[in-house]
Every structure is written in structure tokens, then in C-alpha cells.
């Protein structure tokens, strides 16, 4: 009979200093080249926008202190003001169109049938290309003179979509979804191939029709890759920058200037580095207090493993 104590030792041995062996975990040192490599390259720009943003710089010359007067005078931007409502817009919008066709194909793409996996090659395309040669791709394709209107003689397809203030931006979402639609699908494709088989097979038992499995099963199980996608949606809807510039420049007029081409555009354009930090520094803020309250008010901290009731 193995002797309490002795074991109790063992355990403490396994444990051991830093955390350890088996017991106690991975070391935290395995973080370490993450950490140095997210210092150097995230947190230590960061840190130098925040800075210029209380500069005077013009990008060539030498920097002054500016104190508050870029931040006084960039959010009482009337553009700039515009360019936020704009990103807020973009944002909600992206999140609702995105998230219940990712949702559906992703859960009709994880079936097991052969179809479905030519049909998933097919879906996953558009994520293969360049922001730059989508842009392109549908200006040409859009163009009322000699684009889809001139190829199929249809007049829905002969108005001025990037010309019109009231169309362009509704036509960048559009193409925005139809970017990144196939990444979020792969994430529910994968998270719905991991739910129990034993679960359907118990509520087909009970009488349980498609519908029923889709909104008591599929959707409860699917919660944490709800969030995740979420999370990843709505900030990186903050960053959209290249397509909307190929496309549009932010026209006509500032229909299509959102956060990041305004800042862009106020630093490069019209050289003014410490208000383009003001904008970026804006973004980052935005977009971590965002992403904050989506894991805090899910509740995405309390939620246990997708496979409960699996046994």
C-alpha cells in the first residue's frame, strides 16, 4: 500500500518550481516568445501613436508638442465626426448580414455528404484573393457603362452602385460579406462537426423535427464559436481599409470615409500625423472596449465545454 505521505511528495515534485511537470501545467516561460514578439511589434507602436498624438508632425519635419489641441480639434472634425458614424454603421451592418449566412452555410457545409464538400471548396474562394484584386474585380464589374449591365441587359444592374452616396456604402458591406462570409463559415463548419451525434439521435428519438435540432441543439452548442466570430467580426470590421480604397477613396463626397481611410487620408493627404494618431489611437479603444463587453456580457467566461451532455 502506497504511503500518503510519499505521494503527496510525488505530487509536489511533479509540481515543482515555475508550475511544472504534469500536475502543474505547462511553464509560463512558453508564453515568453509571444509576449517579445507582441511587445516589440504591437505594444510598442502603440505606445508611439499615443505619444504623436499629442505632437505636431507633418511626417517629414521636426515634432512639437501640440498637448490636447490635436484631440479638441479631431473629434470636432465634422468629417472625422461623420467617419465615426459611418463605422459604427459598417459595423453593426457587417455583423448582422455576416453572422446568419456564416451561421447556416457553416452548419450546412458540416454534413457529411459529398456534395457538400464541392459545394465548401466553392464557398471558401473568396477568401483565397486579395483585398486589391476584389476591389478591382467589382468596380469593373459594377461599372454602369460596361459592367453586369451591359453583359446580362438587366436595368437593376445599370446603376451607379460606387457613384451613388445612398448605394456606395450598402455595396462595399455587400462586397465586404462577400470576402469574409467564407472565413467565419469555416469557423461554424469546424464547431458544428464537433457536436455529439448522440444528442441528435436522443431529440430524433423524442420527436424532434430539423428546426427544432437547429434552434435547441445546434444553436445552445455553437455559443462560444457565436462569440468568437463576433468578436473577430466587429473589430475587424474597424480595419477595414483597402477594399473600401480601391474601390471607392472614401467617395463620393465621405459616403464611404470610415475610421481607417479617414486616417489615411488626414495623414498622408493632408500630412497632419499627430490627428491621424488621434484616429488610430480612437480605433485601438474602440475596438478593445468592444471586444470586452461582448466576452463580459455573454458571458462567455462562465460557459463550460461544448461537449456537455455529450455523455
Do not use: K
Request: proline letters at 5%; one cysteine or more.
Amino acid at each position: 500500500m502506497t504511503n500518503p505521505i510519499a505521494r503527496r511528495r510525488a505530487v509536489g515534485r511533479v509540481r515543482g518550481s515555475g508550475g511544472r511537470g504534469v500536475a502543474g501545467g505547462p511553464s509560463a516561460w512558453y508564453a515568453a516568445p509571444a509576449l517579445v514578439f507582441f511587445g516589440c511589434f504591437a505594444l510598442v507602436p502603440l505606445i508611439g501613436v499615443f505619444v504623436l498624438s499629442f505632437m505636431n508632425w507633418d511626417g517629414l519635419g521636426s515634432l512639437s508638442f501640440a498637448g490636447t489641441s490635436n484631440w479638441s480639434r479631431m473629434l470636432g472634425n465634422a468629417t472625422t465626426q461623420h467617419a465615426i458614424v459611418l463605422t459604427l454603421i459598417m459595423t453593426v451592418m457587417c455583423w448582422v448580414i455576416q453572422t446568419p449566412i456564416s451561421l447556416l452555410l457553416g452548419v450546412f457545409m458540416a454534413g457529411q455528404q459529398r456534395y457538400r464538400g464541392v459545394l465548401s471548396v466553392l464557398y471558401f474562394l473568396p477568401l483565397l484573393f486579395s483585398a486589391t484584386a476584389v476591389g478591382i474585380a467589382f468596380t469593373a464589374l459594377l461599372d454602369p457603362n460596361f459592367g453586369m449591365s451591359r453583359a446580362f441587359g438587366l436595368d437593376f444592374l445599370s446603376r451607379d452602385f460606387l457613384g451613388n452616396p445612398s448605394l456606395a456604402l450598402p455595396t462595399i458591406m455587400a462586397v465586404i460579406a462577400w470576402c469574409f462570409v467564407p472565413f467565419h463559415s469555416l469557423l461554424y463548419q469546424g464547431a458544428a462537426r464537433q457536436i455529439p451525434a448522440s444528442i441528435y439521435e436522443a431529440a430524433m428519438i423524442d420527436g424532434a423535427n430539423r428546426v427544432q435540432n437547429f434552434f435547441y441543439i445546434t444553436l445552445p452548442q455553437l455559443r462560444n464559436t457565436i462569440i468568437t466570430s463576433s468578436t473577430l467580426m466587429i473589430t475587424g470590421s474597424l480595419t477595414y481599409f483597402d477594399l473600401i480604397f480601391v474601390m471607392t477613396a472614401g467617395g463620393p463626397g465621405n459616403a464611404t470615409r470610415v475610421l481607417p481611410l479617414d486616417m489615411y487620408l488626414t495623414g498622408f493627404r493632408s500630412y497632419n500625423m499627430g490627428g491621424a494618431s488621434v484616429i488610430g489611437v480612437i480605433l485601438v479603444v474602440v475596438g478593445l472596449l468592444i471586444a470586452w463587453l461582448l466576452n463580459n456580457v455573454s458571458g462567455s467566461s462562465r460557459m463550460e465545454s461544448d461537449m456537455e451532455g455529450a455523455l
